[in-house]
């Protein structure tokens, strides 16, 4: 598979603060790559070392084979970010925001007119084309500020956090786009801390942590570096001391809490666990009013890597 | 040109503050030309005091002649008493008419009225006045004329009056007026356009829109060329409204080479305060602040250059010092235009020389400008 950006030891100082850490990564053609760490972890310093908008101190970043500099207006062309700040103009309406972004790119103004007409349907923003940013929600100002990053149509796109506060209506369009855009071709490069948005998006991950990349492959892979499996909840009143310490005899358990009526088990990997602690729960007379399971997650995943959660 | 095409839009959108900046700056730019500038004539009366020795008709035809266009006061028969009334300005000039006078003088025996004048230069009229009287009375009595005859004919005579209107190109009046509308364009401008070109710099300078800018292919030297051709559009559209008003207020003048010369030096502070709102714009990143720097920089230049003040009422310290800005040299070559009515090489080459150093200014401005991008960018 023919790798977009290959990053070979990047390593970027703030002063003495070591921001990335010898980070080597590449990202594969067509792919949706995602980038997951908590705040301050050097998602956007990665980025924005890649495109050349910050001098670094150490590696080699290529993009389609070229090296990325400042001028490479040719690399440019094909790329399209979308920052994590709105940047969009609030003197122009919707529609000449996009225009102008695109602008920059596409001299043709018929070519240029279709494709901010396109930027506007993927993005959901056709009943809004006349006003001007303040009037819009965070939610509509976010899918303009996506519209005016991939409006002039790239091969590569960086979204930064692109859904940091924005509601679950809009976060669900954005989404929704982004695979649009993945499906028509481009190459994404997508940087968040919401998990649930990497597992639903991306093909390959990197975690990062403190500038260093802890883990990088699919969701698949990286919840195989982990010895946590399923967790089994039971929501249920006055349960018995005996019965707890009956439930932690039972095999493949690691671990089993019992808090405010609330059940905690946690079985190593491999096997569904939830017809046996059903079983269990009949043969001990034990009565709840809900059951439910959960397999791993990417915060699990960072948990056990790091120590920490992914949204501390 | 994508940016260029965008900086109209962005301009509309502050086209009110704009028309109403630029309406206030013309307004109280003919406020001040008509409030510091007079066109026509006005006489002055004098405070007269007379001492008449002589009784006659003449002679009291004579004081009310003189009380037409005079106020007259009454003092002491009293040399003491003339001198302090001289000293104080009390009065402006004393007239004394000695006894017998009336006879001598229509018996041709060339008497005179002694008058005393203040040193105000104005109290020459009252003694042009009372020879032209006493002259024309003699000329009546040589022709035969008994005295009420020759008090008929000298009221007619004296009764005419004459509008003055001062006229011609060289009209000093006019092209005082002209030296002051453009020399209060200094202040205008500044303020308009660094209030002006520094928003919408501000607006290209939000760090969002520079890193996104800075990520297209399109180039930030591009970008920053359109936008420097998008000022210079607008700085000549509103130059051009100056231009317009000149013409409408100063008619003909306009049209000559005098008119000719004050428009160019306005074009060439019209681009050098464009250049340095520019340079203002490429270091300032908030909005708010862009008001304050304008008053500063538009009011401070114009006090020290002489625009608001005459440079003869400046300590010469402060003249020396705005030396090193456009606008000395913008009020200089207005002075030297008000100052030249026949234009010969000696005369047009330091007014060239003043529409060169402006420019330079300008390019100073510009260079400044980009070693700011430059160092930001790094």
């Known amino acids: 598979m023919e790798k977009i950006i290959e990053v070979e030891n990047l390593t970027k100082y703030y002063g003495k603060f070591k921001a990335v850490d010898d980070l080597n990564i590449y990202v594969e053609k067509g792919k949706i790559f995602g980038l997951l760490g908590p705040n301050g972890s050097g998602k956007s310093t990665t980025i924005n070392c890649i495109l050349s908008l910050l001098n670094y101190q150490d590696g080699k970043i290529k993009i389609f084979g070229e090296e990325m500099k400042p001028n490479s207006y040719n690399l440019k062309s094909k790329i399209g970010v979308v920052f994590q700040d709105v940047a969009v103009f609030e003197e122009l309406s919707v529609y000449d925001n996009i225009d102008y972004f695109c602008g920059l790119y596409i001299k043709d103004k018929k070519i240029r007119k279709k494709y901010v007409e396109d930027a506007i349907k993927l993005t959901g923003l056709e009943d809004f084309i006349k006003f001007r940013p303040k009037q819009l929600s965070g939610g509509l100002l976010r899918r303009l500020n996506i519209a005016c990053g991939i409006a002039h149509k790239p091969e590569l796109i960086f979204l930064d956090e692109p859904t940091v506060a924005v509601d679950p209506q809009s976060r669900n369009n954005i989404l929704e786009g982004i695979k649009k855009l993945n499906k028509d071709g481009a190459t994404i490069v997508y940087t968040t801390h919401y998990m649930e948005e990497v597992e639903q998006l991306c093909n390959r991950i990197a975690i990062l942590d403190k500038g260093k990349m802890i883990a990088v492959g699919t969701k698949e892979a990286l919840k195989e570096l982990i010895l946590v499996g399923e967790k089994i909840t039971v929501e249920t009143d006055n349960l018995d001391k005996k019965i707890i310490k009956k439930l932690k005899e039972q095999k493949n358990i690691i671990e089993v809490k019992y808090e405010d009526n609330i059940l905690n088990v946690t079985y190593e990997k491999g096997e569904e666990n939830l017809e046996e602690m059903i079983s269990f729960l009949k043969d001990n007379n034990v009565f709840y009013s809900k059951i439910f399971s959960e397999l791993p997650t990417l915060n699990d995943v960072f948990l056990e890597l790091t120590g920490k959660e992914l949204r501390d | ?378």
């Open chain 2, 1 to 378: 040109m994508i940016v260029f095409n965008k900086y109209f839009k962005i301009v509309k959108q502050h086209l009110g503050t704009i028309i109403m900046f630029t309406a206030i700056c013309v307004i109280v730019t003919i406020i001040n030309t008509n409030y510091n500038t007079q066109d026509s004539f006005k006489s002055v009366e004098n405070n007269i005091a007379i001492i008449n020795h002589d009784n006659s008709k003449i002679v009291d035809n004579y004081i009310k002649y003189i009380d037409k266009g005079s106020n007259l006061i009454d003092i002491k028969d009293d040399k003491k008493e003339f001198q302090d009334a001289l000293y104080s300005n009390k009065v402006d000039a004393i007239i004394i008419i000695p006894e017998n006078f009336t006879k001598d003088l229509l018996d041709n025996k060339n008497p005179s009225v002694k008058i005393k004048k203040s040193n105000q230069s104005f109290s020459m009229i009252t003694e042009l006045q009372t020879n032209k009287y006493f002259n024309l009375i003699n000329l009546y009595a040589n022709s035969g004329m008994d005295e009420e005859l020759i008090i008929e004919n000298i009221n007619k005579s004296l009764d005419k009056e004459v509008e003055v209107k001062i006229i011609g190109n060289n009209d000093l009046a006019s092209k005082a007026k002209l030296y002051m509308f453009f020399s209060f364009t200094n202040y205008s401008f500044l303020a308009i356009f660094i209030f002006i070109i520094g928003t919408i710099m501000c607006i290209f300078n939000k760090e969002t829109i520079v890193k996104r800018n800075t990520i297209s292919s399109e180039g930030l030297k591009s970008i920053y060329r359109q936008l420097l051709l998008g000022h210079i559009l607008l700085t000549l559209i509103i130059w051009l409204v100056y231009v317009i008003f000149s013409i409408i207020l100063f008619k003909e003048m306009m049209f000559t080479m005098n008119g000719l010369l004050y428009i160019i030096g306005s074009l060439c502070f019209a681009i050098t305060c464009t250049c340095l709102a520019y340079f203002i714009g490429t270091l300032i990143k908030k909005e708010s602040i862009i008001s304050g720097v304008q008053n500063v920089v538009s009011l401070g230049l114009s006090f020290i250059s002489g625009s608001f003040v005459d440079r003869t009422l400046l300590d010469s310290s402060i003249v020396n010092f705005s030396k090193i800005f456009p606008s000395y040299w913008y009020i200089d070559v207005n002075y030297r235009l008000y100052d030249t009515s026949t234009y010969n090489m000696d005369a047009l080459m330091p007014i060239f020389k003043d529409y060169i150093i402006i420019l330079l200014f300008g390019i100073l401005f510009i260079i400044l400008s980009k070693l700011v991008v430059k160092f930001k960018r790094k």
